[in-house]
Each structure stands twice: as C-alpha cells, then as structure tokens.
C-alpha cells in the first residue's frame, strides 16, 4: 500500500483549486465578451405608426441612437426619395444625430425644419441639409415596413430602394 505525505495532498488540494479558479475565470472571461442582454434586444424596435397625427413627430430610441419619425402634413413638402408612403400618409424616418458632429437636432413644426444648435446647422422635413456645416443629410436607418408598422433594423424594400437612389 502506497503512503501519501501530507505534502502529497496539499499539492492536490492546490490544484484542484486552480483547476476551479481557472474555470471560473474562463466563464468570467466569456461572459464579458458577450453583448448585454439590452444591446441585443436594441438590434430591432418595432413602431406603430397608425396612431400618428399629422405634423406629428415621436423620437425613438435604436441601438442607442434617437431615431426621429415624422408624419408629414399636407403642407410638408413632398420628397419621394426619403418619403414612406403609406396609403396617402407620408413619414420620414431619420437618425437624429447631426452629420457634422453627432449633435441631436430639434424639430421646430412651425418652420418644418430641424435645427443642430451646436453649429446651426439646418435640415428641412426630409434630413435634407439647407443650412450650415453639416456635410450631408440626416441618416436614414435600416427598416423594414409591415403594413402600417415598421421594423428598425431590418433592411426591407422600401429601404433598398431609398439607399439607391441616394
């Protein structure tokens, strides 16, 4: 019969435990890596428009970004590049983050326009830049529309085709 030392099981003991706090660790490591729970339920947002008055205007919020959506008036100028057209209903879905410097512009419904403070910089209805700095229009972000609903997120056809035409 074998005899272990005291040395023999102190030695045992001392690795059993690094092998457990290293597999620990590893799981932590892992766990770090992985996105947030809210980082992956941000990748889609789903927005009724149906109950959207005209001149009307929600901001929502997408992967961190505010996302403005705008039902347009009769009185709103009219651009079928950037438009959605939802029977006769015309919305606008821009990013609302400004192309100079990532400041988020306000809307002002009197002037139909929307107005960067930080360097003035100034988009009409549609994102497009009229006024100031900012190089390029407001962006216009992936979405995909079901009906009288949209999807952020998702590229549907209406999108493809807006980002063609750009």
Same mark, same amino acid.
């Given at each position: 019969?074998?005899?272990?030392?005291? +040395? $023999?099981?102190?030695?045992?003991?001392?690795?059993?435990?690094?092998?457990? /706090?290293?597999?620990?660790? *590893? %799981?932590?490591?892992?766990?770090?890596?992985?996105?947030?729970?809210?980082?992956?339920?941000?990748?889609?947002?789903?927005?009724?428009?149906?109950?959207?008055?005209?001149?009307?205007?929600?901001?929502?919020?997408?992967?961190?970004?505010?996302?403005?959506?705008?039902?347009?008036?009769?009185?709103?100028?009219?651009?079928?590049? +950037? $438009?959605?057209?939802?029977?006769?209903?015309?919305?606008?879905?821009?990013? /609302?983050?400004?192309?100079? *410097? %990532?400041?988020?512009?306000?809307?002002?419904?009197?002037?139909?326009?929307?107005?960067?403070?930080?360097?003035?910089?100034?988009?009409?209805?549609?994102?497009?830049?009229?006024?100031?700095?900012?190089?390029?229009?407001?962006?216009?972000?992936?979405?995909?529309?079901?009906?009288?609903?949209?999807?952020?997120?998702?590229?549907?056809?209406?999108?493809?085709?807006?980002?063609?035409?750009?």
């Amino acid at each position: 019969m074998e005899q272990h030392s005291r +040395r $023999d099981f102190i030695g045992w003991a001392l690795g059993g435990i690094s092998a457990v /706090g290293g597999v620990l660790a *590893l %799981g932590a490591m892992k766990k770090s890596w992985d996105p947030l729970p809210s980082v992956q339920s941000a990748g889609f947002v789903s927005v009724d428009l149906s109950g959207m008055k005209e001149g009307e205007m929600h901001t929502v919020q997408w992967r961190g970004k505010p996302v403005f959506i705008l039902h347009k008036s009769a009185e709103t100028p009219s651009n079928d590049k +950037r $438009d959605i057209r939802i029977g006769e209903k015309r919305f606008v879905v821009l990013i /609302g983050l400004c192309t100079h *410097l %990532g400041c988020i512009p306000s809307y002002e419904a009197s002037s139909q326009t929307f107005k960067c403070a930080c360097h003035g910089g100034v988009f009409d209805a549609s994102g497009i830049q009229t006024f100031g700095p900012p190089p390029r229009p407001l962006d216009i972000p992936p979405f995909k529309r079901n009906g009288e609903t949209i999807v952020l997120g998702e590229e549907g056809a209406e999108y493809q085709k807006m980002t063609k035409k750009a």
